[in-house]
Structure formats: C-alpha cells, structure tokens
C-alpha cells in the first residue's frame, strides 16, 4: 500500500518552469525504489494523458511526444519522492498532473497498469 501527494503546480505565464513533487509513504518501509513512477495529467473535458514514467529496475526514463525535451523526471529513493520538472510551459499543459506507482513496473504509458495514484495537483499556464 502506497499513498502518494503531488504538490508544486500553480498558475504561471508561458515560458514559465515548474517542478511538481510527490511524495510516497508506505505501509512497507524502502519499498519506494520497488515502484516505477509515473506522471499523468487530465485537462478538462480529456482523458487522463500519459506525461512520463521511470521503471523501477534501472531508471529508464520515458516521455510523451508532447513533452519530450521539456519535462524531466527525477526521482529521490532516500526521501521517497519523484518530481516532475517543467519547463517552457505552454498553455496546452494546462491539466490537473497525477502520480502513480506501479510496483515492479517497466514505466508503461497504461494508466491502468498503475497501482496507487496521488490526489492530483493543479497546473495552469497562462498565454
């Protein structure tokens, strides 16, 4: 059992930077490492859109098409956390953003395969 809280999102202008955090606690201690983590977002009115995710066995790190080249996952096991930053927003990365864990997980872009996800942090890029 893993619960998990984004925080970080707000309102910026575009062009703007953001770094999203989300922090884990679980039930099982120095289980963090055994996730793979994953990004989401949902803008009003979409579907839930894969951002990115990093497998758990060796940190490979994958990206939508979308935000290739300027989003960043990064992850710190020691303080159970995954960020997300955000660079040249663009009024199109408007959207709620979401963490989730896949335990034993590859970094899949199936919003399905995900096992436990945040409650969501809000993110508005102004044009």
């Known amino acids: 059992q893993v619960q998990l809280v984004e925080s970080g999102g707000g309102l910026v202008q575009a062009g703007a930077s953001l770094r999203l955090s989300c922090v884990a606690s679980?039930?099982?201690?120095?289980?963090?490492?055994?996730?793979?983590m994953g990004w989401f977002r949902q803008a009003p009115g979409k579907e839930r859109e894969f951002v990115g995710a990093?497998?758990?066995?060796?940190?490979?790190?994958y990206y939508s098409n979308s935000v290739k080249g300027r989003f960043t996952i990064s992850r710190d096991n020691a303080k159970n956390t995954v960020y997300l930053q955000m660079n040249g927003l663009k009024s199109e990365d408007t959207a709620a953003y979401y963490c989730?864990?896949?335990?034993?997980?590859?970094?899949?872009?199936?919003?399905?395969?995900?096992?436990?996800w945040g409650q969501g942090t809000q993110v508005t890029v102004s044009s």
């Open positions: 989730a864990a896949d335990w034993h997980g590859s970094g899949t872009p199936l919003a399905s395969e995900y096992d436990f």
């Open positions: 679980e039930r099982t201690p120095n289980t963090f490492n055994t996730y793979a």
């Open positions: 990093q497998s758990w066995i060796d940190s490979t790190t």
